[in-house]
């Protein structure tokens, strides 16, 4: 249910359907992944060492982790909620 719940959400997405606060929210979370993606590449050719290397490690904490969660608890809830809803509905 989970999957077919962020099947939904990227298909809306790529074809322009949502929300405009879901566009907003999700316009953020991209910026957010490229933000700190630059920003990664920049202190790896900055660093003073010898290793000007792309810090994959940093950029997944905290580039992808953190604007990815949200939308996980968001479908993990809603799809739980409309469960308990037509749970209800049946007995």
């Known amino acids: 249910m989970l999957l077919e ?3 939904n959400f990227f ?3 790529f ?3 949502l929300s405009k606060r879901s566009k907003i929210l999700a316009s953020l979370s991209i910026g957010w992944i490229i933000i700190v993606g630059y920003l990664t590449w920049w202190n790896g050719l900055k660093n003073t ?3 000007k290397s792309f810090h994959w490690d940093e950029w997944i904490w905290f580039g ?3 604007p990815i969660v949200p939308y996980l608890f968001y479908f993990i809830w809603v799809s739980r909620r409309k469960g ?3 749970n209800k509905n049946t007995k």
Do not use: F, R, S, Y
């Open 15 to 17: 074809t322009g359907e």
């Open 49 to 51: 060492g010898i290793d």
């Open 11 to 13: 298909a809306k997405l």
């Open 84 to 86: 308990d809803i037509d």
């Open 5 to 7: 719940n962020l099947k």
């Open 64 to 66: 992808v982790i953190p």
